[in-house]
């Protein structure tokens, strides 16, 4: 038999009261058990997951290794056919003799300049800002501004100095062709990273990469 207990109003606001706060301290103890639970978790799968990693990473860093050294002698041999010293290119690329295979070989690299870079940049903007003079002239001269341009370090892309050099030697302008010299030989960029890349073609031809990278694998 259940035992019916009398209550006033304000009693009955306390009781309320109490359960409300003891079904917030239930709730609150549940979510932190939850938050342990989740931590627990993440330490577990971190603990198996980075073994897993270094394992891998040092895996690819021996193949990779591995794969230039044994074209090390083809590049060689290379250089002896062509003429063309292997370090003034950045890549190499190979392909099999049914061209159906392909591996490049490289390093990646950094523009950068030596400080005699601003002798030249000042040149060719004297040289230039000199034939503003109507919309032609200032046409041209914004385009060479923009091949001046720095990137997010500060420095001029070597790929537009390139650019720079043909309009020097289209204008014969010998004040302009020095001042792009002066940029050539400043330039001193820095090797970064080794990497190679690798493709094949499918049954339709279509030349498809290998993935070899952690963002590339679906």
């Known amino acids: 038999m259940t035992e019916q207990v009398e209550m006033t109003a304000e009693e009955r ?36 997951t980075i073994p897993q990693l270094r394992c891998l990473s040092e895996q690819i860093k021996l193949v990779k290794e591995t794969i230039f050294g044994n074209f090390e002698a083809i590049l060689r ?41 601003e002798d030249g940049i000042a040149m060719v903007k004297g040289y230039i800002e000199s034939l503003a003079k109507d ?39 010998e004040r302009f062709l020095e001042g792009v010299r002066i940029i050539e030989e400043a330039y001193q ?12 073609k499918d049954d339709k031809g279509a030349w498809r990469y290998i993935p070899l990278g952690m963002t590339d694998v679906d």
């Open 13 to 48: 606001k306390d009781y309320e009261a109490f359960k409300a706060e003891r079904e917030r301290r239930r709730a609150a103890e549940q979510r932190k058990e939850q938050r342990r639970q989740y931590a627990d978790m993440v330490d577990d799968e971190i603990a198996t």
């Open 77 to 117: 041999m290379k250089t002896e056919i062509t003429g063309v010293a292997r370090n003034d290119q950045n890549s190499h690329t190979f392909t099999n003799s049914d061209g159906t295979l392909r591996v490049v070989l490289g390093v990646n690299t950094i523009d950068g300049y030596r400080d005699t870079v």
């Open 135 to 173: 919309d032609a002239t200032k046409a041209l001269v914004n385009a060479v501004l923009r091949l001046l341009s720095r990137d997010g370090q500060g420095n001029i892309k070597a790929s537009r100095v390139l650019q720079l050099r043909k309009m020097a030697e289209d204008s014969g302008d």
């Open 189 to 200: 960029p820095t090797v970064s990273k080794k990497f190679i890349r690798a493709q094949y």
